[in-house]
């Protein structure tokens, strides 16, 4: 997972600072292991967004596979 | 586990025990392999099969006296296969496939006297095995007793084919010897070791009494004599020829290599198997009949008589249980992988899924011939896993979050019947039925404080099971050490548990307390006045798996339910042998689509409508879409009159908040006291349609989450926005796990369109 881009255009906005989310590297962590992934974020109050298709997908996969380390 | 206790269990296990018919080969020919090939038309696989193991195969296979025959477990419906005619079929139809290598030249002589098949057998394997084979015999032609067949059974050719074979393997073959004493002593000076076919004139003339060789090593004698082969009392036997030659090379070989001649020889020859084989249920076949008997069997009857072949396994557990089916092995295999996947230091464990799907139900157990323990095996491979930090923390962490829940404030008490300050006993619902079908408890503990005497104590709470389940031993003894404490508090009633998995907890790990199951209870007492109706059509009961052990409380159950007049009609994996419905084990939790297959599973045993008495077969039956009623539904019918065969199952939420309810609603009305004080979130109000709701409870997300992150969300104002819908997107991680909530504000509260979660942890989350 680590270095990977999961940006993808979105119609979520930042509520607390209504604005647009833009692509920005950030550290993932699970079980003692960091990735840094592209996620798309506030560029002003930093709220990373992680959408459901992620989440159920390629992060639990890694998550699960970390489980098992 | 260590190495031994994994060889233990590894032989518990008889799956890979040979079948009846290589047992009673005496060299173990694979029979069942051989049928299988025929059966699937791949003839040079049968003779494959042959050639492995059966030497000469091109005359033994044409002879063969079948003695597995006589074992064969199709005897036990229909007819036993026809071994030799297929073996002749084989032979005569396909030549041979697989020639044996001979290995390289390593000394030791070796003088064969005699040319039966058992001198024929031993040349061949000393041979093959690279040793310096003479044979020498009085005979002009190999095969001795061999050459009494008929032409049309054992052609000539075929058999001088042997004198071939054995020249190809370097064997010298010396006809036309006197055997007298001056050839013995040759005999005896030239060869380091001698075998002596009794199937074969004038042995009786040279100096060796071979008559009675040891029956385990065929010496005769302690000087490198063996003999073997010939007519015994049981007659003149081709496998028997073949054996003795056989058993006398492996002697000669331990001989020449100065080992023991007889440590781990148990198994030569025809052995007992303790493979175990049902055939009930197959349908009896006849024994297919050549339709022209001089030529055989044509490639067509071949094929239909072995698919006869009911491939013997044992398989028995695994035919029953959705776990094993699911990961597809047998209880030796699995204690393997486990015993592996313990072993790893560095990798990825491949086994923990596996491992955590168990039911721990037992019921393999007693299928087994053996009582293999793979539920043992399972649930203390997890205490293991636990003590060593390699237990995946989400495996079960959703369920222990239940019954932390259930032990808390705001599900669990303890009270004396109102009014008194004493209790003779004390009802214990148990977390599941106070979840699934609070108005029952109510109306249970009235009907118990209602017609016992001297006081009926409550204890809402939590057996600790799915700790014990979980492999928590530390958390486990903690709850049963609250339990006990709170028990002996109350004078040491006798508890009365509706649950069968409390019942068998307190029984094995509190045995100084004194347990009764609700169900005996009622049984000796007044039912109460029935309200509801009773269906017309027999319903079938569903045992829960903790009550395989406690026939007198299945019992009690089944005289509750006559007296009921509910006609009952047992289905076949009931009682000792019943299902568990997914949640033993946790399994449900572990492995969330394996879960609803084992509730499906033990829905269909039959297609009556069933009745439970356990909560969560009871829930997990119904989620799979049976008509299924628990049995205090019938006792004590909700007010409401709904047909308890279509209460839905509740779900992780409506749990959750009916054993709340429950503990707020019987503080208020029996005890008079006030309310235990709500945290704030749950003032927000959810409208969840119900395909999100089902969405939530396969993705372990509780109402009580999306409360928690909608009040967060709401308090702070960090949350997404779609500009479009007006939707928003929330997130919030109480402790481990991450819940996202997509939500709308309603007027009345908040409308949930989605819900998902995550472990990882993001930037800014507390870790």
Redo the contacts between chains.
């Keep these: 997972m680590s270095n990977f881009s999961f940006i993808s255009e979105t119609?979520?906005?930042?509520?607390?600072c209504n604005k647009e989310?833009q692509p920005r590297k950030?550290?993932?962590?699970?079980?003692g292991s960091v990735f840094n992934v592209e996620l798309m974020v506030c560029p002003v109050?930093?709220?990373?967004?992680?959408p459901?298709d992620l989440?159920?997908g390629k992060?639990?996969e890694?998550?699960?596979?970390l489980?098992?380390? | 586990m260590d190495q031994p206790q994994l060889r233990t269990l590894e032989a518990t296990c008889i799956q890979e025990e040979s079948p009846q018919c290589s047992a009673a080969c005496p060299i173990h020919i694979d029979v069942r392999a051989f049928m299988g090939c025929l059966a699937k038309e791949d003839w040079r696989g049968a003779r494959r099969v042959l050639d492995r193991t059966m030497p000469f195969a091109d005359i033994v296979g044409r002879i063969c006296d079948e003695p597995c025959r006589r074992a064969c477990k199709r005897a036990e419906t229909g007819d036993p296969l026809a071994v030799g005619s297929l073996e002749r079929f084989c032979v005569t139809t396909v030549p041979m496939v697989l020639k044996q290598p001979r290995l390289p030249a390593k000394g030791g002589s070796v003088a064969v006297i005699g040319s039966g098949l058992s001198a024929m057998t031993a040349a061949l394997d000393l041979a093959r095995k690279g040793r310096n084979v003479v044979m020498m015999t009085g005979d002009e032609e190999v095969g001795g007793s061999l050459r009494g067949y008929a032409e049309e059974i054992l052609p000539a050719r075929v058999l001088s084919g042997a004198v071939e074979t054995l020249d190809s393997y370097g064997v010298n073959i010396q006809f036309g010897w006197s055997l007298n004493k001056e050839f013995f002593d040759i005999v005896r000076q030239d060869s380091d070791a001698v075998f002596f076919d009794r199937d074969c004139a004038g042995l009786a003339s040279l100096p060796v009494d071979c008559t009675h060789p040891d029956p385990l090593t065929l010496a005769v004698g302690n000087d490198g004599c063996f003999a073997g082969g010939g007519t015994t009392e049981n007659g003149f036997s081709i496998m028997k020829q073949v054996e003795d030659g056989r058993r006398a090379a492996l002697s000669i070989e331990r001989y020449l290599q100065k080992v023991s001649l007889t440590a781990q020889r148990e198994r030569e020859g025809a052995c007992p198997t303790r493979l175990h084989t049902v055939t009930i249920g197959i349908e009896s076949l006849k024994e297919v009949q050549p339709a022209d008997p001089s030529t055989g069997f044509t490639q067509q009857e071949s094929a239909r008589e072995a698919s006869r072949c009911i491939q013997c396994e044992c398989m028995e557990c695994v035919k029953q249980c959705a776990f094993l089916q699911e990961f597809k092995d047998y209880p030796k295999r699995l204690v393997r992988k486990i015993y592996n996947n313990q072993a790893i230091v560095q990798g990825t464990r491949t086994a923990n899924k596996m491992i955590n799907s168990c039911m721990l139900c037992g019921q393999c157990t007693v299928i087994c011939p053996h009582d293999f323990p793979m539920a043992t095996v399972c649930r203390s491979t997890r205490e293991n896993m636990v003590a060593k930090s390699t237990m995946p923390p989400s495996a079960h962490e959703f369920a222990l979050q239940d019954m932390e829940f259930s032990l808390g404030e705001f599900s669990a008490m303890t009270r004396h019947q109102p009014g008194r300050d004493s209790s003779r006993f004390l009802f214990y619902p148990g977390c599941q039925l106070a979840g699934s079908a609070p108005f029952a408890v109510e109306q249970t503990y009235l009907h118990l404080t209602g017609h016992l005497a001297g006081g009926v104590g409550l204890m809402l709470g939590c057996c600790g099971i799915p700790a014990h389940w979980s492999g928590r031993q530390e958390l486990f003894n903690q709850t049963m050490q609250s339990f006990q404490a709170e028990v002996n508090r109350l004078g040491d009633p006798l508890i009365i548990t509706a649950c069968s998995s409390c019942y068998a907890v307190f029984k094995e790990f509190a045995p100084e307390l004194q347990v009764q199951s609700l169900w005996q209870i009622l049984d000796r007492m007044e039912l109460p006045e029935r309200k509801t109706a009773i269906p017309p059509q027999p319903m079938t009961i569903h045992d829960p798996c903790t009550v395989r052990h406690d026939p007198e409380i299945r019992a009690s159950v089944r005289n509750i339910i006559k007296k009921l007049g509910i006609s009952i009609e047992e289905q076949p994996y009931s009682g000792e042998l019943t299902d568990c419905c997914g949640y033993g084990g946790l399994m449900q939790f572990a492995n969330v689509p394996l879960g609803e297959k084992a509730a499906r599973a033990k829905g269909l045993r039959s297609d009556l409508d069933g009745l439970a008495y356990c909560a969560m077969c009871r829930d997990n039956i119904a989620a799979s879409g049976r008509r299924i009623a628990h049995l205090l539904d019938y006792l004590f019918p909700a007010a409401e009159q709904e047909d308890p065969l279509l209460r839905p199952n509740p779900g992780f939420s409506r749990r959750h908040e009916n054993r709340a309810r429950l503990k707020q609603h019987l503080l208020n009305t029996l005890w008079h006291e006030e309310p235990v004080m709500t945290p704030d979130y749950k003032s927000i109000k959810l409208f969840i349609p119900p395909q999100v709701m089902e969405l939530m409870n396969t993705r372990h997300i509780l109402e009580d989450d999306i409360q928690k992150v909608i009040f967060q969300a709401e308090q702070t104002g960090k949350r997404l926005v779609d500009p479009e819908n007006g939707h928003f997107l929330a997130s919030f991680k109480p402790v481990r796990v991450t819940y996202w909530v997509e939500y709308q504000p309603d007027k009345q509260g908040y409308i949930v369109h989605n819900a998902y979660s995550h472990r990882m942890i993001l930037p800014g989350d507390a870790k």
């Design positions: 119609e979520w906005r930042c509520g607390c989310l950030v550290n993932v962590e699970y079980m109050c930093g709220f990373v967004l992680v459901e989440a159920l992060m639990l890694v998550e699960q596979l489980e098992d380390k």
